[in-house]
């Protein structure tokens, strides 16, 4: 007489348990396989499969991204904050040629470099001999000739050369006592 099959809740599982557990103790005991690094890239990655909601908390840090990977398309308008983004680290200017410090103490002429690669000025300078006021050193110095508008004394028209020897020079319009007299600095960038 063949066995009739167990019509009763459960009954399945009470006939066949023993099997059961045998496989749930080989799961759990097999080693499950990892991802393997640099196994998946992002062109395995649908768009928009991975989104904020699925990243643990710090999954994501800094030194996880390579260098360059990310750029301004990339990132999503109003996502970055002005906390978020290092302050430029100033570098004072060694005034050459008589040239002084013409804003006082507080904003002395300098120079910085963004993230981006570019060089920002600050600070005003007067008092100058030759039209040339301060070197950059050779890690920022453009590879040709760069002119940056500025304002002289009286708010004349004038400009900051850089040149690819690293110097930088006050141009005027008019007159050179007007560049004497007050160069601003500040505002004054360029790209690397």
């Known amino acids: 007489m063949s066995e009739r099959p167990h019509r009763h809740p459960g009954g399945h599982l009470r006939r066949h348990g023993a099997a059961y557990a045998l496989a749930a103790l080989a799961l759990t005991l097999?080693?499950?396989?990892?991802?393997?690094?640099?196994?998946v890239t992002t062109a395995d990655i649908a768009t928009g499969a991975v989104t904020q909601p699925k990243?643990?908390?710090?999954?994501?840090?800094?030194?996880?991204?390579?260098?360059?990977?990310?750029?301004?398309?990339?990132?999503?308008?109003?996502?970055?904050?002005?906390?978020?983004?290092?302050p430029l680290q100033w570098h004072d200017f060694v005034l050459l040629y008589g040239w002084v410090n013409?804003?006082?103490?507080?904003?002395?002429?300098?120079?910085?470099?963004?993230?981006?690669?570019?060089?920002?000025?600050?600070?005003?300078?007067?008092?100058?001999?030759?039209?040339?006021?301060?070197r950059l050193p050779a890690a920022v110095r453009?590879?040709?000739?760069?002119?940056?508008?500025?304002?002289?004394d009286g708010s004349k028209p004038g400009r900051i050369l850089v040149d690819p020897t690293?110097?930088?020079q006050a141009d005027y319009?008019?007159?050179?006592d007007d560049a004497i007299a007050f160069t601003s600095l500040d505002g004054v960038t360029w790209a690397m």
């Not at 319009?173 to 050179?176: A, G, H, K, M, Q």
């Open 30 to 39: 097999s080693p499950v396989p990892s991802i393997a690094a640099d196994l």
């Open 55 to 86: 990243l643990a908390p710090d999954s994501v840090v800094s030194g996880k991204i390579l260098n360059e990977t990310i750029g301004g398309v990339d990132i999503k308008n109003g996502s970055v904050t002005a906390t978020d983004v290092a």
């Open 102 to 134: 013409a804003n006082g103490a507080e904003r002395p002429p300098g120079w910085a470099v963004d993230v981006q690669g570019v060089i920002h000025l600050r600070g005003a300078i007067s008092g100058g001999a030759t039209t040339a006021f301060a």
């Open 142 to 152: 453009p590879s040709a000739p760069v002119y940056v508008v500025t304002n002289l």
């Open 166 to 168: 690293g110097f930088l």
């Open 173 to 176: 319009e008019d007159t050179f």
